[in-house]
Each structure stands twice: as C-alpha cells, then as structure tokens.
T-cell receptor, first 113, second 113 residues
Framework: NAGVTQTPKFRVLKTGQSMTLLCAQDMNHEYMYWYRQDPGMGLRLIHYSVGEGTTAKGEVPDGYNVSRLKKQNFLLGLESAAPSQTSVYFC????????????FGPGTRLTVL | AQSVTQLGSHVSVSEGALVLLRCNYSSSVPPYLFWYVQYPNQGLQLLLKYTTGATLVKGINGFEAEFKKSETSFHLTKPSAHMSDAAEYFCAVSSNRDDKIIFGKGTRLHILP
C-alpha cells in the first residue's frame, strides 16, 4: 500500500497563476483533508470531505477550492495564487470509525513569487 | 469549541534525559486527545491517542501520555531521550461528534548530545 500520496512535491508559481494539487489514498478512507503548515502556526485546515462528492470549509478556505469526484482522490485548487499562499500543504485521510486518526501524505512545498 | 495549547515552541533535553512536552486542552464535550510527530521533511504520524478508558496511554517509540481531566492536560513523556526523537510534536483534540481535529502549534524537540 502506498498510503497517502501527493503530487507534486514542489512547485513554484508566479502571482496570479493557477494550479491543482492532487492527493490520492489507497486505504478506502471516507474522510480526506487538506491542511497548510506555516512556521509557528501549526496545521490549519483548509477544506475537508466526509465522502465522495462532498466537501466542506475548514479554518482557512479563502482562495482555495476542492473537489472529491472519486473516493480515493481529493484535489486542491488555487485559482489565482498569491504570495500569502506560500506554504507546505498536507493531505490526510482517515476511516470514518477512527476519529482523529489521520494518515498524512509527505507534503507539497509551494512557493508563490 | 475546542482548542489546544502547547507550552513551549522549542524544548531541549540531553540524550538520556526525561522528555516532557506539555499540552493543555479546552473542550465542552468529552475529548479525544492525540499526539502526532513530524520528522524533518515528512508528514505527521500518529504517536498515541486517548479516547476513553485508561488514562495512561502508551504509544510508539517509548512515549506515553496521561489524560488528567481535572487539569485539562495531556502531557507527553519519555523516560530517556534518544537522538532519533528530535522532531516536531503536535498535540491535538477532537471528539466523537467531530469530523475534524484541532492541532496545537507544535513543539520542536531538540536532543543535545
């Protein structure tokens, strides 16, 4: 099992460009999450999904959109990137039965110039 | 509403010494409590969890934590630090009603030779 994978690992964007981050999990988990990690801020939840076809806003959703068309994939989109979106992005998933027990991907380091 | 406070953004201990990382929580419902560890350039991984039952919980790599309701604390300890324990540690809170988990801002543990 690959667990949770994220594509790409690194990316540099210019202000105003768009991009999509892909998260995939092979554990048949119902719940999936997108976080951003910034120094001194811990992890902040951007969006999450409790099942295929569903999405919900987290703590810091502005400037991001998500889609969960397939159970195993959770996409995070930046329509018009801003320097404030420079961060490390983590995807996580969990099974419905195990509250709080999330499996994390390796992260995507995004720089917006 | 739930929240987590981790005391000390950086903690240094000598190799072989006791590790103590402090976490206090706030929750209006019975909490589920977690410690996650993040090694450099990796995603987070679950170290241990408390849901119900025994208040002293043991995790991987010799770590343990004790849930103290009267003190609203869930401190992480390890009797003897090893160089490989150098990482960032996150305390987190959720509940059986929650789809999400709230992370603390993290404590970076440094091990001195």
């Amino acid at each position: 099992n690959a667990g949770v994978t994220q594509t790409p690992k690194f990316r540099v964007l210019k202000t105003g460009q768009s991009m999509t981050l892909l998260c995939a999990q092979d554990m048949n988990h119902e719940y999936m999450y997108w976080y951003r990690q910034d120094p001194g801020m811990g992890l902040r939840l951007i969006h999450y999904s409790v099942g295929e076809g569903t999405t919900a806003k987290g703590e810091v959703p502005d400037g991001y959109n998500v889609s969960r068309l397939k159970k195993q994939n959770f996409l995070l989109g930046l329509e018009s990137a801003a320097p404030s979106q420079t961060s490390v992005y983590f995807c996580a998933s969990r099974t419905e039965a195990r509250v709080g027990e999330q499996f994390f991907g390796p992260g995507t380091r995004l720089t917006v110039l | 509403a739930q929240s987590v406070t981790q005391l000390g953004s950086h903690v240094s201990v000598s190799e072989g010494a006791l590790v103590l990382l402090r976490c206090n929580y706030s929750s209006s419902v019975p909490p589920y409590l977690f410690w996650y560890v993040q090694y450099p350039n990796q995603g987070l991984q679950l170290l241990l969890k408390y849901t119900t039952g025994a208040t002293l919980v043991k995790g991987i790599n010799g770590f343990e934590a004790e849930f103290k309701k009267s003190e609203t604390s869930f401190h992480l300890t390890k009797p003897s630090a090893h160089m490989s324990d150098a990482a960032e540690y996150f305390c987190a809170v959720s509940s059986n009603r929650d789809d999400k988990i709230i992370f603390g801002k993290g404590t970076r543990l440094h091990i001195l030779p």
